[in-house]
């Protein structure tokens, strides 16, 4: 069973800074794009930071700058270094899979149980 587990969350002021860690266990061989996404209250679930297994990323605007997702694919690891904090980044952070290559076959997508980030005085 493919799980992925993040760890790293917790309260922090604004200003300071948090790095979320994210370790996919199970009989995986790959995984094509690994990513966070984060869903405040009351609020949609959305796209964070992405990286692909080559290297290439994307950000939303929202944190570009502050931001920087990196990977280990040897560990099918991946990370969030979140700089700069400001209280609107306060979500459930989630950590995401997709293009999975297991023992069994590819599986579309898998998702982390979430980790929750607080930004506050």
């Known amino acids: 069973q493919v799980q992925l587990v993040e760890s790293g969350g917790g309260l922090v002021q604004p200003g300071g800074s948090l790095r979320l860690s994210c370790a996919a266990s199970?009989?995986?061989?790959?995984?094509?794009?690994m990513g966070w996404y984060r869903q405040a209250p009351g609020k949609l679930r959305e796209l964070v930071a992405a990286?692909?297994?080559?290297?290439?990323?994307t950000y939303a605007d929202s944190v570009k700058g502050r931001f920087t997702i990196s990977r280990d694919n040897a560990k099918n690891t991946v990370y969030l270094e979140m700089n700069s904090l400001k209280p609107e980044d306060t979500a459930v952070y989630y950590c995401?899979?997709?293009?999975?290559?297991?023992?069994?076959?590819?599986?579309?997508?898998?998702w982390g149980q979430g980790t929750l980030v607080t930004v506050s005085s």
């Open positions: 199970g009989s995986i061989g790959s995984i094509n794009v």
């Open positions: 995401n899979g997709r293009g999975v290559v297991t023992v069994a076959g590819v599986l579309p997508e898998v």
């Open positions: 990286v692909t297994g080559g290297g290439a990323t």
